[in-house]
Nanobody, 127 residues
């Protein structure tokens, strides 16, 4: 089990950028796949991006591909989400999540794959 704390959210104008961070506690962070999800008011929690335990593969939702970049520094127990060219429809609470036992890469797109979740950080993009 890992504890996750997100930071870096805020208010930004359309076209701007933000970088979210997710700090993890626990010595086994480097063995976990990590994901970012988001949830807008009245909507389901949606997949945004994921990264394998060693950072060699990344995965993105079509809606953010080319604008967002997920990365991790295992020595710092931290995963990042760099968000560029933000749009009002990116407004949501963003959650990071950790997955300990991933059967295949397709599983990383599903929220049910993840074992541990952070409390979320609000991102608001104004038009």
């Amino acid at each position: 089990q890992v504890q996750l704390v997100e930071s870096g959210g805020g208010l930004v104008q359309a076209g701007g950028s933000l970088t979210l961070s997710c700090a993890a506690s626990g010595r086994t962070f480097s063995t976990y796949a990590m994901g970012w999800f988001r949830q807008a008011p009245g909507k389901e929690r949606d997949f945004v991006a994921a990264i394998r335990w060693n950072g060699d593969r990344t995965y993105y939702a079509d809606s953010v591909k080319g604008r967002f970049t997920i990365s991790r520094v295992n020595a710092k127990n931290t995963v990042y989400l760099q968000m560029n060219s933000l749009k009002p429809e990116d407004t949501a609470v963003y959650y990071c999540a950790a997955a300990n036992d991933v059967s295949n890469s397709y599983a990383l797109y599903r929220a049910t794959t993840y074992d541990d979740w952070g409390q979320g950080t609000q991102v608001t993009v104004s038009s």
